[in-house]
């Protein structure tokens, strides 16, 4: 198993350009979430899933824009990039709904927006 | 929603010594409660786990203990060695009910072991 993989993992965008955060797991997982990680803030949640057809915010999603098609598949979507939203994103993945079991991450995207 | 505070946000230890990580929570009804550690560039991983039916739990040199009258719980690690350098992130279930939340992160405790 190749367990829960992200792509790209650096992309430099600049104000106003958009771009999708690829995310696909092969652990039949229901429950998929983004995160993202700044310096000192921890790990927000942007947003999650709790299975194929089925999204909803989490605590930061402004911004941000997802959609689960498939079980494997959680894309997150930067409409129109901002500085602010530099950071390392976080895909991740967990067999139990609630996110109450063990949390499997990707290996991190780290965007910077100029 | 729930609102998770994590102290110290650095703590050096001599090697060979203990370490203390604690956390506090807001949501009554979370009940689950997990300890991330994260090496430098690397992604968070789990290490240790407890749910509010259990006080204690102990995995070799780290344990949990959890205190839901007061609404915190710690990360101990015993007998430190340098390979346990690494940010470590406290997390909370909030209550679910009918859907699913996510979890909620403290901010990080960054551990120093000194050589």
């Known amino acids: 198993n190749a367990g829960v993989t992200q792509t790209p993992k650096f992309q430099v965008l600049k104000t106003g350009q958009s771009m999708t955060l690829q995310c696909a797991q092969d652990m039949n997982h229901e429950y998929m979430s983004w995160y993202r990680q700044d310096p000192g803030m921890g790990l927000r949640l942007i947003h999650y899933?709790?299975?194929?057809?089925?999204?909803d915010q989490g605590e930061v999603p402004n911004g941000y824009n997802v959609s689960r098609s498939t079980t494997e598949d959680f894309p997150l979507r930067l409409l129109s990039a901002a500085p602010s939203q530099t950071s390392v994103y976080f895909c991740a993945s967990s067999y139990l709904e609630g996110a109450a079991g063990e949390l499997f991450f990707g290996e991190g995207s780290r965007l910077t927006v100029l | 929603g729930e609102n998770v505070e994590q102290h110290p946000s650095t703590l050096s230890v001599q090697e060979g010594d203990s370490a203390v990580i604690k956390c506090t929570y807001s949501d009554s009804a979370s009940n689950y409660f997990p300890w991330y550690k994260q090496e430098l560039g690397k992604r968070p991983q789990l290490i240790i786990d407890i749910r509010s039916n259990v006080g204690e739990k102990k995995d070799q040199r780290i344990a949990v203990t959890l205190n839901k009258t007061a609404k915190h719980f710690s990360l101990h690690i015993t007998e430190t060695q340098p390979e346990d350098s690494a940010v470590y992130f406290c997390?909370?279930?909030?209550?679910?009910?009918?859907?699913?939340?996510?979890?909620?992160f403290g901010k990080g405790t960054h551990l120093i072991i000194q050589p």
């Open positions: 997390a909370a279930s909030p209550h679910s009910g009918g859907g699913a939340d996510g979890l909620t």
């Open positions: 899933s709790v299975g194929a057809g089925i999204t």
